[in-house]
């Protein structure tokens, strides 16, 4: 069974950093891409970051671009968001997605989600 559980969440201050991380279990996810979405109360999910199977290709918002780099573990089934000058405005739910195609899952679409970890930035 495919599991997928995020870590690093938390509350934080304004300007600070948190580094999140995603594991995926239940089959080899090397050929997948990876992503990060997230949801604040009230609005719709977004996407943050993307990246390919091998790590070639990235995607980020414009909310987040130059602020946010995503990664991936050199077992490939394990992605990781690093969050640097985090803004109120960042505060909501964290996703970790997994899908085989980097144009899908850029639109929302994935095949496997997490449960969401929750980051919280304070002014």
């Known amino acids: 069974q495919v599991q997928l559980v995020e870590s690093g969440g938390g509350l934080v201050q304004a300007g600070g950093s948190l580094r999140l991380s995603c594991a995926a279990s239940?089959?080899?996810?090397?050929?997948?891409?990876m992503a990060w979405f997230r949801q604040a109360p009230g609005k719709e999910r977004e996407s943050v970051a993307v990246i390919g199977w091998n790590g070639g290709s990235t995607y980020y918002s414009d909310s987040v671009k130059g602020r946010f780099t995503i990664s991936r573990g050199n077992a490939k089934n394990t992605v990781y968001l690093q969050m640097n000058s985090l803004k109120p405005e960042d505060t909501a739910v964290y996703y970790c997605a997994l899908d085989p195609f980097f144009n899908r899952i850029r639109t929302g679409q994935a095949t496997y989600w997490g449960q969401g970890t929750q980051v919280t930035v304070s002014s």
């Open positions: 239940g089959r080899t996810f090397s050929d997948y891409a």
